[in-house]
């Protein structure tokens, strides 16, 4: 696998200032495949200062230009697609057809969505006798994680150029090869010298950097809702605006009136598709309990079709298995019943976790209450609506959620969610609607309009 043993800052591949590097495994294979330079705070300081430099210029290219590039920006990453699903199978564990149709396909429709924002967005509007201009935010620091490598960067990057700011990446240490091909692509979509700048490395240290950097403007971070914690603190001690995209617990609530053989087979489906590593994951499924052991039953029909290796890839590292692992422990010493899987290694190389379905789950369990980010689906019995919303809404959480049942009922139920997003029956995901969280899984919103409007600031002028 190609690695540049390089930052790209101002346009070119610089040498980093330190020697030291981040090994980059192949989580199926537990074998060294890459390594990427560690930055450090110089090479951040250097990146800061190129986005810094670059900024003026690119705040003031016409909208239509910046579309042009991001139009570019998609296209080139269309001709690399094969590539991108290599390196996201390479270094993630996605299964091929994963990679393809997800890793690779939503960001370039996402970087497509943004040419079109940029080229239609009034960036201009008359409000009594007052002209105000949405004026780009300045230097962002894009910090994200590992789980959907290429498509959360581009939910950063693409509305922050659309909007005209300058952006200085910092990826997540276990995909740092996808960032380093998007990279590429964005060199050959022929934006402007500084304008993108990426820097490798560990969080604690090039990532700490970037967050504290007095040359940065806006801080959009993705992540744990740990680290989100301290970045929003950093940010506030600063008065600079923050993004937190943060972690996850979300419901899935089966309604009496639901399709329950549909309901639970989509949703053991949306839970193990990249081998649970999904923020917005709907890991408690909620069923009333005249038809619990029913719904526990198709869950475990429905779970068999995922073999670790085929169906199922690794995690991402030894430390997430060991940490999932420990949350199935976790849930076995509660009380929970076992239903599908278990702790032990499917196979026995790669980080590989048994796709597991607790019943019997009270929502009060560890399972039931913190983020898992693994291949777990936990079963809640409810008694009534009112019980359902009371569990749905039981959590520090609210990211994402799922309703089934009759549509009026199931709008009903999802208005009264405390969370970002819900489908109804199995709706489709939206590349144009907000995403981002209430509670503690977030502030701010990513991708369409919304997340344009993350990286825009307004001015005001009095006639
Ligand atoms: P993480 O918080 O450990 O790391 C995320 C990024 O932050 C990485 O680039 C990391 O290097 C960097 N980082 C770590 N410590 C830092 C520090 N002190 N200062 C600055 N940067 C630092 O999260 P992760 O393990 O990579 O990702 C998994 C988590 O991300 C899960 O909790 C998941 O729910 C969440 N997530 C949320 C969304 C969302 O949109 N809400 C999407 C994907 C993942």
Redesign the pocket.
Known sequence: MKAHDAMYIGGEWRPAASTETVPVIDPATEQVVARVPAGTAEDVDAAVRAARAALPGWAATPPAERAARLAALRDALAARAEEIAATVTTELGAPPQLAAAVHTGLPIAVAGSYAELAATHAFEEKVGNSTVYSEPVGVVAA??????PLH?IVAKVAPALAAGCAIVL????DTPLTAQLFAEVVHEAGVPAGVFNLVTG???VA??A??EHPGVDLVS????????R??GALAGGAVKRVAL????KSANVILPSADLGKAVAVGIANVMSNSGQT??AWTRMLVHADRYEEAVGLAAAAVAKYVPGERVGPLVSAGQRDRVRGYIEKGLAEGARLVAGGPDAPRDTGYYVSPTVFADVTPDMTIAQE?I?GPVVSLIRYEDEADALAIANGTVYG?AGAVWGEPEEAVAFARRMETGQVDINGGRFNPLAP???WKQ??VGR?LGAHGLAEYLQTKSLQF
């Open positions: 910090i994200t994680p590992w789980n959907y959360q910092k990826p997540a240490e560990l969080g604690t990532g700490q970037l967050a971070f993705t992540g744990s809702t740990a680290v989100g301290k970045i995209e943060l972690g996850g923020c917005s983020e980010f990211l995403f981002g969280g899984s977030g990513e």
